[in-house]
C-alpha cells in the first residue's frame, strides 16, 4: 500500500482530492478522519497541514505528497518532485506602499521586508546582490508595512486583489509555483510498481485535460 499525503483543508485540497477520483480511486472522505484508505486502489490517504508534507515524505512517513512549490523550496527539499500539477498556481512576489518610489531592487537596499519565504528571498537577495532586513512572519504579510513593522513585503499573490486592499504595489516576481507531486526517494520495488500505475493514470488525466 502507498501512503499519500494531502492538505486537510486549504487552497490545495479540492484540486488534490479531484486527482485522486479523476484516476478513478474510490475512497470514503470524512472531515472528521485524518486518514482514509481507497476502497479500489492500494492507496492510503493522510490529511495533514501542507508545511508538513514534504518532511514527512522526505522521512518516509508519508511516501508521496502534493504540496505546493513555493512551500516545498522554501523547506530546501526541491528534489523530491516527481511531476508538476498544473494547479494552484501562484507567484512569490516583492511588494511596497503604493506611494513608495521604486525603481528597481536596489532601493530595497538596506529596508526591511516581512516574509514567510525567507530562504527563498534571502536566495533571492543573495543573487541580484541586495542586503536587506529579512523579518520573519508566519501570516498576515500584508499588514506589515501599515502597522510600522516592514518597508516591503514578499509574499503569495495569485489575482493580486490582497495586495490592492492594503494598499501594495507588486513590485518584482521572484518565484513561480504551482503544485507538485512529490516522493521519498527509497520506496520499496512493491511501492515503486503502484507508484507507476499511478503516474500512469495521472498522465492520462493530464492528457485529457489538454
Ligand atoms: O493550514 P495549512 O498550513 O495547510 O494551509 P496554509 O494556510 O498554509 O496554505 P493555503 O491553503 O493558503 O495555501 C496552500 C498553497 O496554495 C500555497 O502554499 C500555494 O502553493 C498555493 N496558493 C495558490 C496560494 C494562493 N494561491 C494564494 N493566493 N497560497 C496562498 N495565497 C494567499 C496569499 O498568501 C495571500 O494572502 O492568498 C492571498 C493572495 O491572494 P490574491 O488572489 O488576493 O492575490
Ligand atoms: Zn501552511
Redesign the pocket.
Known sequence: MLRLAI???????DDSLNLIRECGISFVNSSLKLKTESTNFPLEILF????DIPGYVADGVADIGI?????LVEEGKQELVVERLGF???RLSLAVPKGTDYTSLQDLQGKSIATSYPNLLQAYLQEQGVEAHIHTISGS??IAPSIGLADAIC?????????ISNGLREVERIFK???VLISNSNLSEEKKEILAKLMFRVHAVQRAQK
Open positions: 492538505q486537510k483543508s486549504g487552497r490545495l485540497s495533514l497541514r501542507d508545511d504540496v505546493g512549490e513555493n512551500v494552484s498556481k501562484c504579510v500584508e509574499d503569495i499573490v495569485s489575482s493580486g486583489s490582497t495586495l509555483s504551482e503544485a
